[in-house]
């Protein structure tokens, strides 16, 4: 005789009974709600129930409750997907290119990029330094240019051992094309911009004015800068420009040019 309770639950052999198995919710997939026989495609999430679309369109909310749910005809307990982490913006540097995290600066190679005094190399380093630590290529600053074609024999330049060369004011017809005419070498890349010193290569509006003040010709341009700004002197007319410099955004299109060809040229493996 069966007892009032029915079957025995401690009866056959309860320990091999599986688990339901879980499985994640993800968008457009097809289950079935195992007590009304609602049959749709998961679209969504509302108040802790998932929200299914039948195939007319109609939507129900269904609580994710175990085993709740048909998935090609058996059991399923429903999970709503943990998120994915939404990654990180990619840092770029100063210059524009993409940061290259947890790599150590290397050692120097023999290539260099000479600039023809502090301030230009300053504004390098500003804008360039990361990449330029991480390519091993060391920025060094002339004292000006008069000597270029003797320093250059000096450096002895070659295959794995190349030169560039950053010139300010390099225009036709300047003291700086003559120079430069001079330095003939596979070896050695010479470019500039046309500006008459690195500070009018910073964008006006970096600093908030409208333009570089012009100043009349006999009268040393830094200081004639200074005087029409306002500034007691350059050291700190400079501090001011380079305070104001954050990326490639702050300076002009000619130097950031040159400046990459530049790199380019000197990271270009030997042949």
Known sequence: MVGRYGED?????WRRRKATPEVDAEPDLVV???ESGFCGAVVGFESGAVVLEDRHGRRRNFPLLPAAFLLDGRPVTLCRPARSPVPAARRRTASGSIAVDDVRAQVAKASRIWVEGVHDAALVERIWGDDLRVEGVVVEPLDGIDELSAQVRDFAPGPSRRLGVLVDHLVPGS???RIVARVN???VLVTGHPYVDVWQAV??????IAAWPVVPPGRPWKEGVCAALGVADPPDMWR???SRVNSFADVETPLINA???LIDFVTTPPS
């Open 203 to 208: 964008k006006p509006a970096a600093l908030g």
């Open 185 to 187: 070498s596979p070896y």
């Open 240 to 242: 001011h420009i380079l």
């Open 259 to 261: 400046m990459e060809r």
């Open 32 to 34: 079935e709600d195992a």
């Open 9 to 13: 639950v401690l009866a056959g052999d």
């Open 175 to 177: 003291k700086e094309s």
